[in-house]
């Protein structure tokens, strides 16, 4: 874990969030980099779940909800860690991270005995308007899921779906975490990538394992591999209280294994509670069998920040070269945040112009950046560093032949190619 923040913050992915007045913990800043894994990432899940099916509906709800719907879905009542404080130093902790010695936890810093557990909700709250007092009381929503079940009925009177269907949403969301820690992994603030997808009460059980199925062949498709996703089934006394079956998908992080995403079988529990706090109905009229009927729905859940996290955790290698270890992040070309990087030779004008020609030819089908500073060597490390998968290196023969010297990140094969072959070349590998 070290070796990959250690690269985070020198390569311009990831940095502290606040870091110049002393961080905030909880909080991380993405860099030029980073921004460009992370929303390849979200472009990739948006792709496979919304755009290349018929039955998605994407919806970007608001951060802030009226705090009634959160007294529906039980977050007001219900959303709550065990917290445990030092009766000395008055640190708090979450009382299942402290391990207990002969029955008792002492507190990590000044091994003072740990008072009693007590719920601690993790909503961050606010006010709305001018006046501080309990009717303007907001919340920071902790999940992107309310919003598309208050959605439910604009989307069925806007659209007129037929069952089976989803709504699709990547947003913010906050939770005021007691200790959050393990680099992007816990978090304060974060980003999540949810689906409410709603059908006939006895067909949950073949929806659940198609979109079982389904998630498997994305976290593959970004990188991740077989053999480090394991999938968890909840039991009864440890699921949430809105679901009848979950299964988490936890990955062997740097930091052991641990869960990465959920498939939660919430059944009807979301849309009945809404309907009655609401006074709105919120049930749907099947066309087919003239029944009226609250759907059930089946959620797939993940967070962008621990996906960025898995996917660096699976590129992330170091190799013996020589007489030196070469660090890459062998990224899928497809979420790469850069895809080919071009390299010429000298920063003389007769190698910048058919470099800078090639880059402008290359960025109708990828991700391109001309890279000039340095040796050829110390480019082609850098690019290993930051999962450039394709160097294009334009040296004085090309001037001659045409032709430019294509490198392989994974494998460091180097081989001639034509530049006019170079946009039929990469489209075939960039995707």
């Known amino acids: ?247 988490d998908f936890e990955f062997d992080f740097p930091i052991g294994q641990k869960e990465l995403a959920g498939l939660a079988y919430r059944t009807d529990f979301d849309l009945k509670q809404h309907s009655l706090f609401s006074k709105t109905d919120l049930s749907y009229f099947d066309e087919d069998t003239k029944e009226r009927f609250v759907p059930h729905c089946i959620e797939p859940s993940i967070g962008v920040e621990r996906a960025v996290l898995a996917v660096l955790a699976s590129a992330y290698k170091e190799e013996q070269v020589g007489d030196e270890i070469r660090t890459v992040l062998s990224f899928v070309p497809s979420i790469a945040p850069i895809q080919v990087a071009i390299l010429p030779l000298s920063k003389k004008e007769e190698l910048i112009n058919p470099a800078r020609k090639i880059l402008q030819s290359l960025q109708k089908i990828g991700r391109v950046q001309m890279d000039v500073t340095q040796s050829i060597g110390k480019r082609y490390r850098r690019q290993d560093e930051i999962g450039t998968p394709y160097c294009v290196t334009v040296d004085f023969e090309t001037l001659v032949d045409n032709e430019v010297t294509v490198r392989d990140r994974d494998t460091m094969k180097q081989e001639r190619v034509p530049i006019k072959d170079l946009e039929e070349y990469f489209a075939k590998k960039l995707v």
């Open 1 to 247: 874990m070290e070796a990959i923040v250690s690269l985070c913050k020198r390569r311009g992915f990831i940095f502290p969030g606040s870091e110049i007045y002393g961080g905030l913990a909880g909080t991380f800043d993405y860099g030029p980099l980073g921004v460009m894994l992370k929303k390849n990432i979200q472009n990739s899940w948006w792709k496979h779940f919304v755009t290349n099916r018929e039955d998605m509906y994407g919806i970007d709800a608001a951060i802030l909800m009226n705090p009634r719907a959160w007294e529906a879905s039980g977050h007001v009542s219900g959303f709550s860690d065990p917290l445990v404080e030092c009766n000395k130093c008055h640190r708090r902790y979450r009382a299942d991270h402290i391990e207990e010695k002969n029955g008792v936890k002492h507190c990590p810093e000044d091994n003072e005995v740990l008072g009693e557990p007590r719920q601690f909700n993790m909503m961050f709250k606010t006010n709305i308007g001018a006046t501080e007092d309990p009717t303007s009381i907001s919340y920071l929503r902790p999940e992107t899921a309310g919003g598309m079940f208050v959605n439910f009925k604009n989307v069925v009177d806007s659209f007129h779906p037929r069952l089976p269907f989803g709504l699709a949403q990547i947003g913010k969301a906050f939770r005021n975490e007691i200790a959050p820690r393990d680099f992007i992994f816990r978090l304060r603030e974060m980003e999540q990538m949810e689906i409410e997808y709603f059908c006939k009460p006895d067909t949950w059980e073949k929806t659940f394992e198609h979109l079982r199925s389904e998630f498997n062949v994305w976290l593959f498709s970004i990188g991740l591999s077989k053999e480090k996703i394991h999938e968890v089934e909840i039991g009864d006394g440890d699921r949430a209280h809105y679901s009848k079956r979950t299964i």
